[in-house]
């Protein structure tokens, strides 16, 4: 990344009578492997200025050892190389689509029948969306049948759905179906979506047992530094970088 070196030891004059501002959210001062999708973004901008940028995005994770929980947000765990502050959606997010992911390949998804199967009237781009990736949308988990010319019986959804009801689900799979241009990309879309709304949230408490769990399925991930929709998993605080800050080098 062609991003302008953060000077790490101020002069005097600008320490003087300020605090230091450390600013991590929108000027990070660590380089942060997870940032890997912004700089293909400035590759692209930038030609091949950054060709010999290596691929972060694979790169597998240390063995972490979780410290605890900040602002219900963020899981900080520590490893080999220094400190992490983990965002808890973001990693929840990408180890539940690399699975739907998989499940859905193997035609193993996790299906959660509804108790009453509910009618959902479709607006025609839904309806066309729905006839042309029925398939698709089955090995994910929504089962029913069309009811009538302008709706369908939804009868099941992907297991484990948190922060969406069945309804509004598969119209929303409906809808990011209805954009998709071939089906490696829609099966990813409807991945990230049900990913999306399984995932805990910010502000969700979670036990050390459970921050355990995610970051071992994190570390175990494909991708473990971003979230299926390109954002960060973490942010790496590296050893060095740390000893730097505090003086200590
Ligand atoms: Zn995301």
Do not use: K
Not at 59 to 85: F, S, T
Not at 121 to 145: D, K
Not at 185 to 209: N, P, T
């Amino acid at each position: 990344m062609a991003q302008s070196p953060v000077p790490l030891v101020q002069p005097d004059s600008a320490r003087r009578g300020r605090p230091r501002d450390f600013r991590i959210e929108s000027r990070p001062l660590w380089p942060i492997p997870a940032v890997q999708q912004q700089a293909e973004q400035e590759d692209i901008r930038q030609g091949e200025e950054n060709a010999s940028t290596p691929p972060l995005m694979t790169e597998a994770l240390p063995a972490l050892r979780v410290l605890g929980q900040a602002r219900g947000m963020y899981i900080v765990a520590e490893g080999p190389e220094g400190v992490y502050l983990i965002d808890q959606h973001a990693a929840h997010e990408r180890v539940l689509f690399e699975r739907v992911r998989s499940q859905s390949q193997e035609r193993q998804v996790e299906m959660q029948g509804l108790l009453e199967p509910q009618a959902v009237e479709l607006l025609p781009a839904q309806m066309q969306a729905l006839e042309a990736w029925r398939e698709l949308l089955e090995a994910h988990g929504f089962q029913g049948e069309p009811f009538g010319e302008r709706a369908f019986l939804l009868r099941g959804v992907p297991g484990g759905l948190r922060s969406v009801g069945p309804e509004g689900m598969f119209t929303e799979a409906l809808n990011l179906l209805s954009q998709a241009r071939d089906p490696a990309q829609a099966g990813d879309a409807l991945a990230a979506s049900i990913a999306c709304h399984s995932a805990v949230r910010a502000g969700d408490v979670l036990s050390q047992q459970e921050m355990g769990a995610l970051v071992r399925q994190l570390e175990a991930a494909e991708s473990p530094h971003t979230c299926p929709h390109g954002r960060p998993t973490m942010l790496h605080l590296s050893a060095s970088n740390l000893e730097r800050e505090f003086g200590r080098r």
